[in-house]
């Protein structure tokens, strides 16, 4: 039994980026080798997705205490990629 909440939160938040890379991984081999989609067309796809899956997961289980609205999501990501 972890008793260190930060232990515990490192924890979840490794297995989180790791099933991101997962999705990343998995979505690129699925994009490439199955439905024939260039590698660097499919690399980019599956890399947002991937980035995507680790912001909802981040937000819905460590970043829940502000409650923000999907269009002040979007606003932020594109403040961030000035």
Do not use: H, P
């Amino acid at each position: 039994m972890i008793k260190n909440k930060g232990t515990t939160v490192f924890i979840k938040y490794v297995f989180f980026a790791g099933l991101a890379t997962l999705v990343d991984i998995s979505l690129s081999y699925l994009l490439t080798n199955i439905f024939n989609i260039f590698y660097f067309y499919s690399a980019i796809l599956s890399y947002v997705c991937g980035g995507i899956v680790n912001f909802i997961l981040n937000k819905k289980y460590f970043f829940f205490i502000l409650e923000w609205t999907g269009l002040q999501n979007i606003s932020i990501v594109m403040n961030f990629s000035k």
